[in-house]
C-alpha cells in the first residue's frame, strides 16, 4: 500500500511559479514509476510528467520546457515545479505511482490506465 500526499497548489497570476511536493509512505519508494497529472471538468485527466526509478523523465508537450519533475528519495519526496504558468495550467494537480512494470513512465502520451495509486490532489488556479 502506498499514500501520497500532495501540497503546495494555490493561486498565481499568469507568468508566475508553484513548486508542488508530494509525499509518498508505505512499500518502497524509489523503485516506483512516480509522477503528475492533472484533472480539470473540462479535459479530464491528462498526465504532465513522469520519472523512473533511474532518473529518466517524460512531459507532456503541453509543459514541456515549462515544468520540471524530480525527487528526493531519502525524503520520500516527489516535486513538480512549474514555471511560466498560463490559465490552461488551471487544474486539479494529483501525484501518482505506478508499481511495476510502471507502464505510465514509459507510455508515449503518458496514458494513465495503469496507474495504482494518487493522492488527494491539490488546485493550481492560474489568473490572467
Known amino acids: 500500500q502506498v499514500r501520497l500526499v500532495e501540497s503546495g497548489g494555490g493561486a498565481v497570476q499568469a507568468g508566475g511559479s508553484l513548486r508542488l511536493s508530494c509525499v509518498a509512505s508505505g512499500d518502497p519508494y524509489s523503485g516506483y514509476c512516480m509522477g503528475w497529472f492533472r484533472e480539470t471538468p473540462l479535459n479530464g485527466r491528462e498526465g504532465v510528467a513522469a520519472i523512473r526509478s533511474d532518473g529518466t523523465v517524460r512531459y507532456a508537450d503541453s509543459v514541456k520546457g515549462r515544468f520540471t519533475i524530480s525527487k528526493d528519495n531519502a525524503k520520500n519526496t516527489l516535486y513538480l515545479q512549474m514555471n511560466s504558468l498560463t490559465p490552461a495550467d488551471t487544474a486539479l494537480y494529483y501525484c501518482?505511482?505506478?508499481?511495476?512494470?510502471?507502464?505510465?513512465?514509459?507510455?508515449?502520451?503518458?496514458?494513465?490506465?495503469?496507474?495504482?495509486?494518487w493522492g488527494q490532489g491539490t488546485p493550481v488556479t492560474v489568473s490572467s
Open positions: 501518482l505511482a505506478d508499481l511495476d512494470p510502471g507502464a505510465y513512465c514509459y507510455s508515449p502520451d503518458l496514458e494513465l490506465t495503469t496507474i495504482d495509486y
